[in-house]
Each structure stands twice: as structure tokens, then as C-alpha cells.
């Protein structure tokens, strides 16, 4: 897959290395919202092949949690306690505040997904342990 098509329409963006630590593999991260002119965070994510992000909570006292709208590749979505979803171009997930989730693309494919935050009072994000490659393998 190109580079271009790799983060679909709104491109791959740069190497997420804010975040580097919470996640297995290589994503990358392109900003479509200003965060300094709007509460409504918007952001293209992008996930090599067999990379995820750890588990992580979304913690909020009122409103927030996240949207997640998937836009090229395959991947995966996963709260605790469920079966992993498989995520396409067009699929949406909405994962309501204080709910232990992760997401990533699927082993052999690049994935990426608009991720949307959504503005609440009192949220924070509570990243926890790596999906190890056991539970991930088992996907298949």
C-alpha cells in the first residue's frame, strides 16, 4: 500500500512519538482539529501492520469517551470482557467514557481510523498494560 493510501483521504500524518510508549509498532498521527481553537479533538491515526495501542481508558465525569471512524485498511477494536471486533473502511465505534478498550490494525494490513474525542468534563486518559502477543495472535 502507498504511503498516500496508507492514512486514506487524510494522510498518514507524522510518527506518533508522543505516544510511542503506548503502543506495539509504529503508528503515525495527523491533527485535523486545532485543539486551540475548538473542544472537538479530531485526529487521523494510522497503524502499521500488527500495530496496537494498549489497553487505555477513557475516564470522564460527565460526557466524553471517543468515536472512532475507521477510513482504510483492517483492524481491530476490543473492549475488556468482549470479543474483538474487526474494523473496515466506514465501520464507526463509539466507546462510551470509563470503558478499558484497544485498537489497532490487523496483522498483515495497515489501518487507520479518525479519532474523535469527545469533550466531557473531568477526562483524562489512563493507559494500562500492552495487548501481549498472545491475546492478539488469538485473533485469528
Given at each position: 500500500m502507498s504511503e498516500e493510501k496508507r492514512g486514506g483521504v487524510f494522510g498518514i500524518g507524522e510518527p506518533n512519538v508522543a505516544?510511542?510508549?503506548y503502543f506495539i509498532g509504529n503508528?503515525?498521527?495527523n491533527p485535523l482539529t486545532d485543539s486551540s481553537k475548538t473542544s472537538l479533538v479530531i485526529a487521523n491515526?494510522?497503524?502499521e501492520p500488527g500495530c496496537r495501542n494498549n489497553?487505555?481508558?477513557h475516564q470522564a465525569e460527565k460526557g466524553g469517551g471517543q468515536v472512532l471512524i475507521c477510513v482504510a485498511g483492517e483492524g481491530w477494536y476490543q473492549e475488556e470482557g468482549k470479543e474483538a471486533r474487526r474494523l473496515r473502511p466506514g465501520d464507526v465505534v463509539s466507546?462510551?467514557?470509563n470503558v478499558k478498550h484497544w485498537h489497532g490494525a490487523s496483522a498483515d494490513q495497515?489501518?487507520?481510523h479518525l479519532a474523535v474525542?469527545?469533550?466531557g468534563e473531568e477526562t483524562s486518559t489512563t493507559w494500562c498494560e500492552t495487548?501481549?502477543?498472545e491475546e492478539y495472535n488469538s485473533l485469528w
Open positions: 505516544f510511542a510508549k503508528s503515525y498521527l491515526v494510522t497503524f489497553w487505555h481508558i466507546i462510551p467514557p495497515w489501518f487507520s474525542e469527545v469533550p495487548v501481549s502477543d
